[in-house]
């Protein structure tokens, strides 16, 4: 089936830094990606969706200036979390859709574990 | 905005035992439902969906989904539990659109654990 990588798989950074995550799709190619985020006990929460060779779609009280997305190619999107601080630490996901407009063909990565201390 | 519940945070069932993981919605129009499984240290897997049809939805790894109009529930279920179906568990529902394509928006998980 269809594979998604994360890299790193975790991270811890200083506040105030910022911290890289690419999202890469291994064997096909992702028109769309999306980001999520996770919190413990909580689901996942969508961030943005972004298209290749376009600008991202920000979910409504996500900061764009702050989680920067780029999806330069169709197989690497990625993810800088700008200045980070603590309450950015969290579990952030990425998931890749080929073509079609259907949820399920949606594939996803294992995830980044930030912690910023 | 389309929404699901998963009102269980753990489930425990004995191997061998029917399980069954518990997921109601909350839909404007046809509800488009879903289950995936996540693993540890792996992304969410597809397990199953509902569109139309058949109430009895029937998905990956001996898992199917009831579909329930009345009571507004797609609980999963399974006839004999495994170990190795211990996971956490999300339910999601086809929630809008964004950036061209059609969001989906998940449950807060139901961890199932299977006891030897």
């Known amino acids: 089936g269809a594979v998604v990588s994360q890299h790193p798989s975790w991270v811890i950074c200083k506040s105030g830094t910022s911290v890289k995550i690419e999202c890469r799709s291994l064997?096909?190619?992702?028109?769309?990606m999306f980001w999520y985020r996770q919190f413990p006990k909580q689901s996942l929460m969508l961030m943005a969706t972004?298209?290749?060779?376009?600008?991202?779609?920000?979910e409504q009280g996500v900061e764009k200036d702050k989680f920067l997305i780029n999806h330069a190619s169709l197989t690497l999107s990625t993810l800088t979390v700008t200045s980070a601080h603590p309450e950015d630490s969290s579990f952030y996901i990425c998931?890749?859709?080929?073509?079609?407009?259907?949820?399920?063909?949606?594939?996803f990565g294992p995830g980044t574990r930030l912690t910023v201390t | 905005a389309q929404s699901v519940a998963q009102p269980e945070d753990q489930v425990n069932v004995a191997e061998g035992n029917p399980l069954t993981v518990k997921c109601t919605y909350s839909?404007?129009?046809?509800?488009?439902l879903f289950w995936y499984v996540q693993y540890p240290n792996r992304g969410l897997q597809f397990l199953l969906k509902?569109?139309?049809?058949?109430?009895l939805v029937k998905g990956s790894y001996g898992f199917e989904a009831e579909f329930n109009k009345s009571q507004t529930s797609f609980h999963l279920k399974k006839p004999s539990a495994l170990v190795s179906d211990s996971a956490l568990y999300f339910c999601?529902?086809?929630?809008?659109?964004?950036?061209?394509?059609?969001?989906?928006?998940f449950g807060t998980g139901t961890k199932l654990q299977v006891i030897p």
């Open positions: 998931s890749a859709r080929a073509e079609g407009l259907d949820p399920s063909e949606q594939y």
């Open positions: 064997d096909f190619q992702a028109t769309t």
């Open positions: 972004s298209n290749e060779g376009s600008k991202a779609t920000y």
């Open positions: 839909v404007s129009g046809n509800p488009y």
């Open positions: 509902y569109i139309t049809g058949d109430n």
């Open positions: 999601a529902v086809r929630d809008g659109w964004s950036g061209g394509y059609q969001k989906v928006t």
